[in-house]
C-alpha cells in the first residue's frame, strides 16, 4: 500500500512557516530580523570642531524590526524627548518598536549643539547598511545606503529607523 504526500505536504511546510511567525510580545532572539543598530562614535572619539567648519549631522543607530509598519519619511523629526518620541512611534503596531528607539535615543552620546532626530528611511526586506543626512529645505533628510545584496522576496517586511544627531 502507498500513501501519497501530496495532500499532506503542503499543510506540514505552511504549519513549519507559520510556526516561526508567532505573534510573541518578546523581542527576543525568536524575531525573524533582529533589532540592529549602528552605533556612532563616543564623544571622546568625535573630532573637535573647527569654528571655520560646517557642523556635520552624526548617525546614532539605526533600529529595525520586523511587521512594525510605518510609513518611509525621509525627512527627519525630532526625538529629543519621550513626548516626541511617542508621537513619532505612534506609527508603529507593536510596542517594541518605540522601546528600542526609546533605549538608542536614551544611550546616545550626543554632542553639545546637537539635537536628536529620526526617520523612517526603509520598509522592506533589508535593512541598509547606513544613511546620509543632508540638509535641505525642508529639514534634514536622512537617506539609506544602498544594500550591498539586497533580498528579493521575504516573509515580512523589516521597518528600519535612522536615530541621528544633528547640528541644532
Do not use: H
Not at 570642531?49 to 518611509?72: H, K, M, W
Amino acid at each position: 500500500m502507498k500513501t501519497s504526500l501530496g495532500p499532506v505536504l503542503p499543510a506540514v511546510l505552511l504549519a513549519a512557516v507559520l510556526a516561526g511567525c508567532g505573534d510573541a510580545t518578546s523581542d527576543s532572539a525568536s524575531d525573524p530580523a533582529p533589532e540592529r543598530t549602528r552605533p556612532t562614535a563616543t564623544a571622546s572619539s568625535m573630532p573637535t570642531a573647527d569654528p571655520d567648519q560646517a557642523l556635520e549631522a552624526r548617525t546614532i543607530a539605526i533600529v529595525s524590526q520586523t511587521a512594525v509598519g510605518g510609513e518611509v519619511d525621509l525627512v527627519a523629526v525630532p526625538l529629543a524627548d519621550a513626548a516626541a518620541q511617542q508621537e513619532f512611534a505612534a506609527q508603529f503596531n507593536r510596542p517594541s518598536m518605540s522601546r528600542k528607539i526609546a533605549r538608542a535615543v536614551s544611550s546616545a552620546t550626543v554632542p553639545e549643539g546637537y539635537t536628536v532626530m529620526g526617520a523612517v528611511v526603509m520598509v522592506g526586506c533589508d535593512v541598509p547598511p547606513g544613511v546620509a543626512v543632508t540638509q535641505s529645505p525642508d529639514g534634514w533628510v536622512v537617506t539609506p545606503e544602498p544594500v550591498a545584496s539586497p533580498l528579493k522576496e521575504c516573509f515580512a517586511a523589516v521597518t528600519s529607523v535612522a536615530i541621528v544627531a544633528v547640528p541644532a
